[in-house]
């Protein structure tokens, strides 16, 4: 059965950064106290070094501390009231035109897992793989994630996948935008890429790409 990816960062939402509009959304809910800023300032001097310029896609370490249950709480909020209307419109018509296919739909991106499956509830998407967060018991840790789904990782995990799911990937479409997923794109059979920059237009059209514009 064919396969359609949909990644949730950048080419089902079009918006800022995910990790970071909720950073704010639970920093108005006075969920972000001093002590989560000096966190995730201190990630980023001690992190800048490892991860560069990726450092802040790096840093959820504010959520250290946080019980696990209430952040699934303040998420489902900003998924529902927040997230659902920054769906392209274009990517509405996609998942309903695969899900009347009878297309194994999969969401997947580097914003935390926990966000990645209410989102995947809201849309009747039963499979999804994201970023893991650090967390012990029932709290969330100031570290690192311990998996962070982007670039080569991101289509490690979706070639695992696939494979469980015994989906070819030659037959698997997969809405994309951002140049970190080039190893994903290679590694399945029908990209799509979403409103891409002039770069990985140029790309898509030499390589015969489709192309979804102007969402």
Same mark, same amino acid.
């Given at each position: 059965?064919?396969?359609?990816? %949909?990644?949730?960062?950048?080419?089902?939402?079009?918006?800022?950064?995910?990790?970071?509009? %909720?950073?704010?959304?639970?920093? =108005? =809910?006075?969920?972000?106290?001093?002590?989560?800023?000096?966190?995730?300032?201190?990630?980023?001097?001690?992190?800048?070094?490892?991860?560069?310029?990726?450092? $802040?896609?790096?840093?959820?370490?504010?959520?250290?501390?946080?019980? =696990?249950?209430? +952040?699934?709480?303040?998420?489902?909020?900003?998924?529902?009231?927040?997230?659902?209307?920054?769906?392209?419109?274009?990517?509405?018509?996609?998942?309903?035109?695969?899900?009347?296919?009878?297309? $194994?739909?999969?969401? +997947?991106?580097? &914003?935390?897992?926990?966000?990645?499956?209410?989102?995947?509830?809201?849309?009747?998407? &039963?499979?999804?793989?994201?970023?893991?967060?650090?967390?012990?018991?029932?709290?969330?840790?100031?570290?690192?994630?311990?998996? %962070?789904?982007?670039?080569?990782?991101?289509?490690?995990?979706? &070639?695992?996948?696939?494979?469980?799911?015994?989906?070819?990937?030659?037959?698997? +479409?997969?809405?994309?935008?951002?140049?970190?997923?080039?190893?994903?794109?290679?590694?399945?059979?029908?990209? +799509?890429?979403?409103?891409?920059?002039?770069?990985?237009?140029?790309?898509?059209?030499?390589?015969?790409?489709?192309?979804?514009?102007?969402?």
């Amino acid at each position: 059965m064919p396969a359609a990816i %949909f990644d949730f960062d950048s080419a089902l939402i079009s918006g800022p950064p995910i990790p970071a509009m %909720f950073y704010d959304f639970m920093k =108005r =809910r006075r969920m972000v106290r001093a002590r989560h800023v000096w966190q995730r300032r201190w990630f980023f001097l001690r992190y800048l070094i490892r991860y560069r310029s990726d450092v $802040t896609r790096y840093n959820l370490a504010w959520l250290g501390g946080m019980r =696990r249950a209430d +952040v699934d709480v303040f998420a489902e909020a900003f998924v529902k009231r927040k997230l659902i209307d920054m769906i392209r419109p274009e990517m509405w018509d996609r998942l309903d035109r695969h899900r009347m296919a009878g297309d $194994t739909l999969i969401l +997947v991106g580097e &914003s935390p897992s926990f966000m990645l499956e209410l989102m995947a509830r809201e849309l009747d998407i &039963s499979l999804q793989r994201g970023t893991i967060c650090a967390y012990l018991g029932n709290l969330y840790l100031s570290a690192p994630p311990t998996r %962070f789904l982007r670039g080569d990782e991101k289509a490690r995990a979706i &070639s695992d996948l696939l494979s469980e799911q015994r989906i070819d990937p030659d037959e698997t +479409v997969a809405y994309l935008r951002d140049a970190a997923d080039l190893p994903l794109m290679n590694a399945i059979g029908k990209p +799509v890429l979403v409103s891409p920059n002039r770069a990985m237009h140029k790309l898509a059209k030499a390589r015969g790409w489709d192309l979804i514009e102007n969402y």
